[in-house]
């Protein structure tokens, strides 16, 4: 009955479309019809009196007219000519046949003739009139008018209109019968292909038929389908919004007695000797570690990553683990311990010199080099190593983070072939055209390809990663369950939108004011009470977009000259891969840009802009967020970008505005930031006068809308999301070795 529907909602309109043009057609075809008939008429006409004129200039010899009328006699036996008659030069109507009308006289003739529609009723039916020059060899010898039958017209008219409407009724039938076999195939796939996907197939990877009809709606679909799952999941167990109780709870449920080993470059505390030979823990300035630990505290699980730490030796335990955080323990870190040479080659080298550029694209050329190469692939063996020296089990759940250990899940793969391997690419994905210049683009592919899910922060990297593959490697892509299969292998891609701890009320209750942080900031600074605050929170990094920055703040100042001393600008540059000559170059044209902008507008010995190059503690960067009025996330291409969700996590006021680059990944989430095209200074100029400006009640509706988004798609939702796909992975690789041994011993 629904199917009828749907049809019907199909054949309707078509049948009245059609009715209709077959309504306003027909008189359109009879009007064309009598067109073409009149004109073939006219020129019968004309040919009838050529044939006529050497006969008639003979039979107007005669003085009684007889030879013309019974010329005219003969004439009219033709089937179409109804009547004839003949108007000498200069005189009235001479001869005509018995059926011209009497009443007519030449004059009468000529008129309706000349009308654009010669027709005439007579006593047999309906006439077509023309009247034509007779010439004879000593010239014009008077005019002939003739009448054509036009009943005929009336009936091939009626012929043409039953065959037209023959025509469009037998289309109308061909059309519907076509419609309704499209519309019900249709109509089947949707069905077969969202229910596969509410079966929870889709998620994960193709499983029953395919159903390409809906592939553009099948991320959307998925994403809405999770979301009404997390909602469901929510109002069953009331639960709050996603926290680490909540993560924890998913872990005990769903990934019960798991074992949860996370693989990344950067430890998460780095040990260090201090001046006075005293051990000092750091956080390192890093999105990827601001990101996973608090998902590593919640399932206390092993952390792999490389011991960069002058103290990192001395504090680990005879298997190189220490526990951490430092005084609260609940998850183990395992340091690998890299020579010089390795970490030259595999991470200055071919991560950060390679990868880097190349995936972020912001015109720094990458370097390639057969040296470093070979150092990324013995470094990523080692870490692939750790982690199968780690496991407990045959398998684990291997977190693979970034770029550094593209090969890493292919090699844990063919250790631990039943291990579940979700790695997360924290930078953006490139399109194929700018990833194929890598000359290892296939190998790291194919290292990628050994994870059962491949995460990235948005859906429009994930395209361009499963575009990369089909353009490179032989693989079977299925764009509506997002997956590839290589080699037997299924990998499901999708995007994970990354984001922050959201402080508890507990942690922000600890805060200093908004006031007090700008009160003490000035002081610390030396920036007046009245100077409005801008800053930046970043690595040293040329991705960031700190250059086009400090233009934006010169410009505000040529063009908006009241905010000359009254404006200050600080910005906190961690220093990051300063081995590297670009990011020296990098950090030296800040420098001299500061410098610049400082010479021209500082005011009694106060610098506009305030450049911090060193790692700041998070309290420090907290309280810069709090004293700011506005917060420059100016990124020139970012994965997502961490400090633009920090600072609306810190404005529990709800006031400051964020000024953010399109190209990062969070701009999609945070429309109500003015967003921003960094390479545009003059835009970034306007915006901070826009910010600097814009009345406090608009900063509180933008701000409270901002810091929703971020509430609600915390951290923890983004590892949430990941380990529920993880947990269905396993499930359903539980489930099909099962299924297989049973086969297997019924077999035998
Ligand atoms: P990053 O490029 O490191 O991360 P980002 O997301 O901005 O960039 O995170 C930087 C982190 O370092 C933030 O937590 C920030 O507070 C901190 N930080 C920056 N400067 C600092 C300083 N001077 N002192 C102390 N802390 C500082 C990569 C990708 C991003 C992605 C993250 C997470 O490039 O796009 O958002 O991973 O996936």
């Known amino acids: 009955m629904r ?37 073939d008429l006219n020129m019968r006409g004309a040919l009838v009196a050529n044939t006529l004129s050497e006969s008639m200039s003979e039979a107007i010899q005669d003085p009684r007219g007889r030879k013309l009328q019974a010329l005219f006699g003969r004439a009219v036996l033709d089937e179409r000519l109804v009547a004839m008659g003949w108007c000498p030069p200069g005189g009235g109507l001479a001869v005509r046949t018995p059926t011209f009308p009497r009443d007519m006289s030449c004059a009468d003739a000529e008129r309706i003739a000349s009308e654009p529609d010669p027709q005439l009723r007579i006593e047999g039916g309906p006439v077509h009139v023309s009247v034509h020059d007779v010439q004879a060899e000593s010239g014009p010898v008077g005019r002939l008018v003739l009448m054509h039958d036009l009943s005929f017209i009336d009936r091939r008219s009626q012929d043409t209109r039953r065959y037209l409407i023959f025509l469009i009724a037998g289309l109308g039938v061909l059309i519907a019968l076509v419609t309704m076999v499209v519309a019900q195939l249709s109509w089947r796939g949707w069905v077969r292909g969202t229910r596969a996907l509410l079966r929870g197939e889709g998620l994960l990877r193709p499983m029953g038929a395919a159903s390409p009809e809906l592939e553009p709606i099948a991320q959307e679909l998925r994403t809405r389908l999770r979301d009404l799952e997390d909602e469901y999941r929510r109002a069953r167990t009331q639960e709050s919004d996603w926290s680490a109780t909540r993560l924890q709870s998913l872990l005990r449920t769903q990934l019960s007695g798991d074992q949860v080993i996370v693989v990344s470059n950067r430890e998460p505390y780095i040990h260090d000797r201090g001046p006075g030979g005293e051990v000092i823990v750091r956080r390192p300035a890093s999105g990827l570690v601001t990101a996973v630990e608090p998902v590593m505290r919640a399932c ?10 002058s103290a990192d030796r001395d504090v680990v335990d005879k298997h190189d683990r220490v526990a951490l955080p430092p005084g609260e323990p609940d998850y183990l870190l395992r340091r690998l311990w890299l020579t010089p040479e390795q970490e030259q080659g ?28 070979q150092q990324y692939r013995e470094v990523n063996q080692l870490f692939a190593d750790a982690v199968v020296a780690e496991a407990r089990g045959e398998d684990p759940l291997v977190l693979v983070q970034d770029y550094h250990f593209a090969l890493v899940p292919a090699m844990v793969r063919r250790k631990l072939p039943r291990a579940t391997i979700l790695t997360f690419w924290h930078i953006p994905w490139p399109n194929p055209e700018s990833f194929g210049i890598c000359p ?41 369950h997002s997956t590839v299969t290589h080699r037997g292998e299924h ?21 200093p004011s908004p006031q007090a942080c700008r009160h003490s900031l000035g ?15 970043d690595r040293f990094d040329y991705t960031k977009g700190i250059l086009e920055r400090l233009h934006a703040v010169e410009r505000l100042l040529e063009k908006y000259p009241q905010w000359r001393d009254r404006f200050t600008f600080v910005q906190v540059a961690a220093p990051t891969r300063a081995m590297l000559e670009e990011y020296q170059s990098f950090q030296q044209r800040i420098q001299a840009l500061a410098r610049r902008i400082n010479e021209r507008y500082a005011t009694g010995g106060r610098d506009v802009v305030r450049l911090l190059a060193r790692h700041h503690e998070h309290d420090e960067v907290n309280r810069l967020y709090r004293a700011a009025d ?32 399109r190209f990062a990944g969070a701009a999609r989430d945070l429309p109500e930031a003015l967003l921003v095209n960094p390479y545009h200074v003059e835009e970034m100029a306007d915006a901070l006068h826009q910010a600097l400006t814009m009345p406090h009640a608009e900063q509180r509706e933008r701000m409270a809308s901002l810091r929703s988004t971020v509430r609600e798609f915390n951290v923890f939702r983004w590892a949430g999301r990941m380990l529920t796909d993880a947990a269905r992975w396993r499930l359903r690789e539980r489930v099909s070795l099962r299924v297989k041994r049973h086969r297997d011993d019924t077999l035998a």
């Open 630 to 661: 506005a917060c420059l996330v100016t990124s020139l291409h970012d994965g997502m970008n961490l400090v633009c969700k920090e600072f609306v996590a810190a404005r529990d006021d709800e006031q400051g505005v964020l000024i953010l680059s």
């Open 3 to 39: 199917f009828i529907t749907l049809q019907l909602r199909f054949l309707v309109p078509l049948l009245v479309v059609l009715g209709a043009a077959a309504y306003f057609s027909l008189p359109l075809m009879d009007r064309l019809t009598l067109r073409w008939f009149a004109r």
């Open 300 to 309: 206390s699980g092993t952390w792999i990553a490389h011991g960069g730490g």
């Open 491 to 511: 990998t499901f891609v999708e995007s994970y939108p990354i984001s922050i701890e959201w402080p508890s009320a507990q942690t922000v209750a600890g805060w």
């Open 523 to 537: 002081v610390e600074l030396g920036i007046p009470a009245d100077h409005r605050l801008a800053v930046g929170v």
């Open 346 to 373: 595999y991470y200055y080298g071919f991560a950060n010199e390679g990868l880097w550029p190349l995936c972020h694209v912001a015109h720094v050329r990458p370097v390639f080099r057969e040296s470093d190469w």
């Open 440 to 480: 290892w683009r296939n190998e790291l592919l194919e290292g990628m390809l050994g994870s059962s899910i491949m995460g990235f922060h948005t859906p429009f990297h994930c395209k361009n990663f499963i575009e990369t593959v089909d353009r490179f490697l032989e693989a079977r892509i299925e764009h509506e």
